[in-house]
Antibody, heavy 121, light 111 residues
Framework: QVQLQESGPGLVKPSQTLSLTCSVS??????????WTWIRQPAGRGLEWVGH???????KYNPSLKTRVTMSIDTSKNQFSLKLSSVTAADTAIYYC?????????????WGQGTQVTVSS | QSVLTQPPSASGTPGQRVTISCSGS????????VYWYQQVPGTAPKLLIY???QRPSGVPDRFSGSQSGTSASLAISGLRSEDEADYYC????????????FGGGTKLTVL
């Protein structure tokens, strides 16, 4: 059974960079058949797709975040990561990592439990 | 403002059939598959329907999806108290800013 677990600081200061990691167990992140995805959800609001990356390193980001987002993958640790720069209070949200089959990027079949990130001084 | 439009709320009594709509455009629902997610408050979303009308293993056949033109619907028959949750539709959007887009979510209340 595949499991995903987010980790990272729960509090980030405005203008700084948010950094999160998703650890994958029960399957290899090196598999060429999945997109590794980040989704976020502000309190009381809907879901927002942040972006995804493929094992090869290719990425696709939400256009509204594209200039501030960087995703990377560490196959040796079976982890993938998200960096969001120049954060503001609007970036306060629960951040989820998830997996989607290649060719079906909307089919998020496994999710992490989510981690709350608050942007505040 | 979400790219896909859902009603903010829906309700029904146990045993009833309810439907939740999702409206989009030619660049998303009109040309790509629709996906549905169920989110019980305080938990991560769960995939409910994929590729318009396919159910992952373990999802009861009380849940069904359909798509027509630029709109889609999720139907829940034999409503149960545990179906009370938020429901989100999603699709790929082929516009210049190609990405996955979600609806704003519909809160389903079982009366």
């Amino acid at each position: 059974q595949v499991q995903l677990q987010e980790s990272g600081p729960g509090l980030v200061k405005p203008s700084q960079t948010l950094s999160l990691t998703c650890s994958v167990s029960g399957g290899s992140i090196s598999s060429a058949t999945y997109y590794w995805t980040w989704i976020r959800q502000p309190a009381g609001r809907g879901l927002e797709w942040v972006g995804h990356m493929y094992t090869s390193g290719s990425t696709k980001y939400n256009p509204s975040l594209k200039t501030r987002v960087t995703m990377s993958i560490d196959t040796s640790k079976n982890q993938f990561s998200l960096k969001l720069s120049s954060v503001t209070a609007a970036d306060t949200a629960i951040y989820y990592c998830a997996r989607a089959p290649r060719g079906d990027s909307e089919k998020l079949d496994y999710w992490g439990q989510g981690t709350q990130v608050t942007v505040s001084s | 403002q979400s790219v896909l439009t859902q009603p903010p709320s829906a309700s029904g009594t146990p045993g009833q059939r309810v439907t939740i709509s999702c409206s989009g455009s030619s660049s998303n629902i009109g040309s790509n598959y629709v996906y549905w997610y169920q989110q019980v408050p305080g938990t991560a979303p769960k995939l409910l329907i994929y590729r318009n009308n396919q159910r992952p293993s373990g999802v009861p056949d009380r849940f069904s999806g359909s798509q027509s033109g630029t709109s889609a619907s999720l139907a829940i028959s034999g409503l149960r108290s545990e179906d009370e949750a938020d429901y989100y539709c999603a699709a790929w959007d082929d516009s210049l800013s190609a990405s996955v887009v979600f609806g704003g979510g519909t809160k389903l209340t079982v009366l």
